[in-house]
């Protein structure tokens, strides 16, 4: 199984990308999570929700047919980590490649949604995109330490 984040933005803080590569690096080489990074709209006089539009078509040039998608936005789902553990697990086991989608400034668009077999809201409240990156990365490591019975997860 793969995991993809896939984001709008590029060049990140360091301390975003050495936060990320680090959760990355603690997983198995049979589940890879990668970072793929797609660039903003450059806003200009544009509309936000043409910005979004665009940012779309761009995130979602990179999900194949059988990628199973979560979006992530704040009127999701709000899932626990135990939630996150037991999904992962089942696809995982339906033999998917998983791919994250974190929007720009202006969020995702209607578009990213209606690909998306499911929408996650890690809060209620608004994160800068950077440490939403690091935040999906500890969460996948996490979830996959209660699978595998590792002690860094403390219900």
Known sequence: ??????????????WVADGFTEYAKRLPRDMPLTLLEVQ??????????????QEAE?????????????????D???WNTETLAKKL???????????????GADGLDQ????????VLSL?????????????VA????RAWTILTGHPYHRA
């Open 138 to 141: 500890e969460q996948i490591y």
């Open 111 to 118: 578009l990213c949604l209606q690909r998306a077999d499911d």
């Open 89 to 103: 697990d089942n696809w995982r086991m339906d033999g998917q490649d998983l791919a994250f989608l974190v929007g």
């Open 1 to 14: 199984m793969k995991v993809r984040l896939i984001a709008v933005g590029q060049r990140p803080p360091a």
């Open 76 to 78: 999701g789902a709000a």
């Open 58 to 74: 761009r995130l979602l040039g990179h999900l194949g047919p059988r990628d199973h998608v979560v979006a992530l936005a704040v």
């Open 40 to 53: 903003a709209v450059t806003r200009g006089h544009l509309p936000a929700d043409r910005i979004r539009r």
């Open 123 to 135: 809060s209620a409240l608004t994160f800068p995109h950077a440490l939403v990156r690091v935040m």
